[in-house]
């Protein structure tokens, strides 16, 4: 069956026109190299054994790892021996829409929209399914994968549905591994602090205006950011504004200036600075790769 994803030069993948979300089986062996997506994807591996390999390092994959990556973020996968991979692919537009509640929600939160940015993270979050828990996510998936053929404007219900049941699994999974209480929700100045950086992230915000728009302290608006997301209002405004540049990157043909201005980064050069350090490589070389590679892309 094939997947409603299409290849730009074969290692970027994007969303064919109208898919919401989606779930696939696939058996990987030997290696399978560098790509990157424009939407979310978890890989559940089911099976087999290999390597996965990101800005995070190299990882042994065994049964039951799970490997939730954020828009923009590339990995491989390399020494693969029968690495059965349970692939869940679900678009950023889904994220701000339908599934906006999870933001609010304390696990979920932290598996999509926190967890990955904290601990130095860089749009990664791994964790470890026990057997209950695989058996009970691979339900989940298969019952998405069973929609993959179907309308969506006729299916649009029970695709949020079945990825969302996996997806509060999943986030039970991940806090258990980073010890994320159920009552950790974050406070509503934080999230009313994120959605107006993400509103308008080309505007030079700082830390005292953002304070001054919320009637709070500068030292307390750091504090309950940090024990939300592990990072000050300042750096999830850069993780941000990175994701941004990296999606205008790899679907626009603007400079690389004007790409950084429009994100909030008219400084070039601290532009050059910020997004190799979260993608580990200069905006004109994550373009050039994940544009321009000729190489086949693996899951």
Request: glycine share 10%; net charge negative.
């Amino acid at each position: 069956m094939d997947e409603p994803v299409e290849n730009a030069r074969n290692s970027l993948l994007y969303f064919v026109e109208g898919v919401l979300a989606f779930a696939g089986h696939h058996v990987h062996q030997g290696f399978h190299p560098v790509h990157t997506h424009s939407f979310f994807e978890v890989a559940v591996v089911t099976g087999g054994e290999g390597l996965h390999t990101s800005l995070a390092g190299r990882q042994e994959l065994v049964s039951g790892d799970v490997v939730l990556l954020r828009p923009g973020v590339w990995h491989g996968y390399e020494d693969c021996r029968d690495l059965d991979v349970y692939n869940c692919c679900f678009s950023a537009d889904l994220m701000q829409r339908e599934l906006a509640w999870t933001r609010e929600d304390p696990l979920l939160g932290h598996l999509l929209w926190t967890g990955p940015f904290s601990k130095q993270r860089r749009g990664i979050l791994t964790t470890h399914l026990d057997a209950g828990a695989l058996a009970e996510c691979t339900r989940h998936l298969e019952g998405l994968e069973e929609l993959r053929d179907r309308p969506v404007n006729q299916h649009r219900g029970e695709i949020v549905g079945w990825l969302s049941l996996f997806l509060s699994r999943l986030a039970r999974a991940a806090a258990e591994g980073d010890a994320v209480g159920d009552d950790g929700q974050a406070h509503p100045a934080v999230l009313y602090a994120m959605r107006m950086m993400e509103a308008r992230p080309a505007h030079q915000w700082t830390l005292t205006e953002l304070a001054c728009e919320l009637h709070l302290a500068p030292g307390y608006l750091v504090r309950l950011f940090k024990a939300a997301t592990g990072l000050p209002p300042m750096a999830y405004l850069s993780r941000h504004r990175v994701e941004l540049a990296a999606d205008q990157l790899l679907h626009t043909d603007q400079p690389i200036s004007k790409i950084g201005e429009a994100v909030g980064w008219p400084d070039q050069n601290y532009f050059a600075r910020r997004f190799k350090s979260h993608y580990g490589l200069s905006a004109s070389s994550y373009r050039t790769r994940f544009i321009t590679s000729g190489s086949s892309v693996g899951w």
